[in-house]
């Protein structure tokens, strides 16, 4: 099948371009032709169509093959042109050749015509992939310029030796050498004592062809030294011999100050004492500083990719976690309580706040959660709430302590009196029966006001030896025989300081509480030993102080307590007995008593498994003497004159009786103003008063700063039914001793007896 050919003939005589259309189309060619004389119309046919080549005779009207050569070449630089002549010299042929004419042949041998024009396009053809090449790797040999030089990082061409054959503006910018000062130079960049280091690396890289990455100090132009990564290849001519090698180095400074400043901020969110979690929008957490660990007891790792609301957050309180949901997604910060769990299901309370993250586009990126477990704080406020409802019952009941000792004390002080005087067996016992009834009422009074107000007793060193063993007889008198008893005291076991009476009221109540907690029977342990409480144990704790401590425990193999009511039982009135066995008053009075002897309280107890309780006492660092103490014997008076102030008018005649009953001589005054008329007038006589300290018109206190005013020596005691009397001598100067209401003719009797001495 012939191939078409798109030929422009340049030829003044019709026939010889039939010639030459003939020995084409014997060479399998179909002709489209177009024949013109002229370079007017040779350009005009140039411009207006493609051609695939051009036959072009040498001698033409006006102009010859050459200027037909030249013009055509100007508009179609690629065209192909083959010089078709009747005859053509050497010197012609050349100059044809010369002036881009692909081939020429003789008119009288057209033969070879096809073939002359198959190899013209050829070359033709081969010439314009040629050139394109050409411009192609002009372009990437540009493109590549422009990235040497533009390169943020250092390129170098290195080689065999060492020495710098191409420096780039990167290179410059980066180490401030510029290129003339490199090329043909051992690299500058090479500190000095690394040069033989630098030239080992060369030569690994040309020598083995091995490409490395690798962090090394490099040398800037003004003495810097700074890190650099350094990555190194093998450079290849075109034959594939190694000729050097290419390096590129990038400043790490920069790179290493950011990761520094990351750290370092990392380390902040690990030391802020808050947990951090950060998740993206959907929920899933993308970061976890190392509190957030500790908090919830997942590992960071483990944290990482899961769902914040799976993985911290309770089920049950799903509609909270919508809430907050809600608020982050609108763009606002939350801030509240929000219950949440760690990875063993324990639910604790936290102090929440989740801050929205937004892109520049005002879309969420990320949400920033930081919680704050606020377990003790809560149980600070509970324990506050607790201690406000305690002193509201304590107000109420110091409100009505002292009127209940103003009706005790002159029973009590009755009942010692007619004692002296009974003379057959029933009125002894009826006597007795009415003081233990009395002294019961008062025992219970002063509870009330012990847990009520934290009253203290006197402080006299206290054997626990002794207080077990007093204990340990009460017990094997009382208690039922089915309650085993053991008893574990320490040898040189210290003293506490502290009222006698009230350490064995804390040891009654406990072992009471202990026998009603085994209906059935058990074992009760009673026990004391030496130990010391430090510095560790008060901060974990947050009870106590430093120092030597006695600690008295005091256990059973009862039923226990279950967990919802462990924080209660040292609650005033309350009490787990049925109604009528018990008035909740006993734990509460224990918790007083220990915390007014600067002790505290260990509660240990499980539903089924009994209940531990220790309770520790400073100690005075002294051994406890086992022996017992002797009886006090009633003091008497020698006719000195006492002034009696109380405007009780039973307990002012019978103490007067009993004061006089035991040798004293008394006036008396049922309030402030008539006891300061008295003592004046019988200021020399008056050896001691003895004045109550709620009185109307004048109280007591007044009355001790008027009698002081009076008689700077004046000796005066002080008596209180009511719960701020706690052991110390009231202000101003002169009191020598204090009362609590109802007292005893023994206590009556030592204190004036006392206050005569001093």
Known sequence: MARELRVLIIEDSVHDAELCLEALREAGYEPVFTRVDALAAMRKELDAKSWDVVLCDYFLPGFDALEAIRQIHELCADLPVVVVSGSLGDEAAAAVIKAGAADYLLKDRLARLGAAVDQAIQGSLLRRVHQQNLEALAGAKEMLQTVFDSAPVAILGIDLEGRIRKWSAGAERMFGWTEAETIGKI??????????????????????????????????KNGEIVQASVRAAPQHDAT??????????????????????????????????????????????????????????????????????????????????????????????????????DKCGRVFPTSMTSTPILDTEGKLAAVINISTDITEQKQVEAQFLRNQRIEGIGS??????????????????????????????????????LETSAQRGADLVKQVLQFARGAEGRQVPVSPARAIAEMEDVMARTFPKSIRREIRVADNIS????????????????????????????????????????????????????GPHVVITVSDTGTGIPAQLRERIFDPFFTTKERGKGTGLGLATVMTIVRGHQGFIQLRSEPGQGTELKVFFPADARVASRSPMPAPSLPHGQEEW???????????????QTLEAFGYRVRVASNGAMAVAIYAQFISEIAVVITDMTMPIMDGAALIHALHNLNPEVRIIAASGGASTNGTLPSPAGVK??????????????AVHAALKR
């Open 737 to 750: 001793g204090m009362l609590n209401k109802p007292y005893t003719a023994e206590t009556l009797l030592g």
């Open 396 to 433: 109420l009941a110091a409100g009505v302590a002292h009127d209940l000792n103003n009706v005790l004390a002159p029973i009590m002080m009755a009942v010692g009196l007619l004692k002296t005087t009974a003379r057959d067996v029933p009125e002894t016992k009826l006597l007795g029966t």
């Open 240 to 341: 594939g011999k190694t000729v050097g090698m290419v390096a590129i180095m990038e400043d790490l400074t920069a790179r290493k100050k950011a990761e520094a400043a990351v750290q370092f901020q990392a380390q902040i969110l690990n030391h802020i004492g808050e947990s951090v979690l950060a998740t993206d929008p959907e929920g899933k957490i993308i970061y976890a500083n190392q509190f957030a660990a500790c908090l919830y007891g997942w590992a960071t790792a483990e944290m990482i990719g899961r769902n914040i609301l799976d993985l911290v957050m309770p089920p049950e309180r799903q509609s909270q976690s919508d809430e907050i949901i809600q608020r982050v997604r609108a763009g606002q910060v939350w801030r509240g309580e929000a219950m949440q769990q």
């Open 187 to 220: 690299c500058p960049t090479i500190p000095e004592d690394s040069i033989s280091e630098y030239q080992a690396m060369v030569a690994r890289v040309v020598r083995d062809h091995q490409e490395l990455l690798e962090v090394k100090l490099r040398k800037k």
């Open 642 to 656: 006492v002034l009696l102030v109380d405007d009780e008018p039973s307990i002012l005649s019978i103490t007067q």
């Open 495 to 546: 003293n506490i300081v502290g009222d006698p009476t009230q350490v064995h009221q804390v040891l009654l109540n406990l072992c009471l509480n202990a026998r009603d907690a085994m209906p059935r029977g058990g074992t009760l342990t009673l026990a004391a030993e030496n130990t010391m409480i430090d510095e560790q144990y008060v901060k974990m704790n947050q009870k106590g102080r430093t």
